[in-house]
């Protein structure tokens, strides 16, 4: 598959901490791509340069071949093309799911108020949230309000999805639900998604690939199928972070069993 996304000899952090350093990956056209790594090394750091939220001290984010950072329109015009979702869903808390979702539609395009509603009620279908449209997100389940977070994120028919950590919070039965609903997304719309989480279960169910950051070396570790990793890795780090406990949110796997 062809990359959508490339990082190029990436050097970066916060202020004058060193994060990632020497930073060189791709993102597949239509794959899950898993960014994964113990707490504190880097991998929602390295989401943000993704998005164009933080400017490389070094290096490139390449964009369909285009530098993001090149000019202010080459990163409006990429941005465009993505979706995101965070932790909390970030959802507006006075504003209903459907105006929630109807944001991006109203900051990028140039639709009707009454087409604009339709978009948005119809990613809400897609998610399964049709009937809470007019609800507030306060009035929801957290699993409702990471959907609706979903919805908004696809308002712009997205080459590429993002989420940070997104079972964070959720129960087990919630999180496989949300999973599932990634896998449908994929594969139905030929999405690309990438994902930065811890839960081994979401790993092995959704992902077709995996990247590994780790802390010390501020970098990439390993690459590879989260099976490969698991199974095939020489080193103690890689082996130690997919070697851990399924049992106790046990799943079936689509793709790597």
Known sequence: MAPVLKVENLKGGWDELLVLD?????VRKG???AIVGKSGCGKSTLMHYLLGLLKPWKGTILFRDEDIWSSPESLRRARKRWGVTFQSGALLGNLTLLENVMLPLKEYTDLS???????????????????FADS???????????????????????EVLF?????AGLDPVTSSSLDQLLI???????????????????????????IMLDADVHGIIAMGTAAELRDKSSDERVR??????????????????
């Open 22 to 26: 020497d930073i060189n990956c791709q």
């Open 31 to 33: 794959e899950v791509l």
């Open 113 to 131: 108020d009454h087409d604009t509603r339709t978009v948005a009620y119809s990613k809400l279908d897609t998610v399964g949230l049709a009937d």
């Open 136 to 158: 507030n997100p306060l009035e929801v389940s957290g699993g409702m309000q990471k959907r609706a977070g979903l919805a908004r994120a696809m308002a712009l028919d997205p």
């Open 163 to 167: 989420f940070d950590e997104p079972s």
């Open 184 to 210: 449908t997304i994929n594969s139905t719309l030929g999405t690309t998604v990438v994902i930065v989480t811890h839960e081994l279960a979401s790993i092995f169910a959704i992902s077709d690939r995996v």
């Open 240 to 257: 130690a972070f997919f070697g851990r406990n399924l049992a106790a949110n046990q799943r079936s796997y689509r793709k790597c069993q």
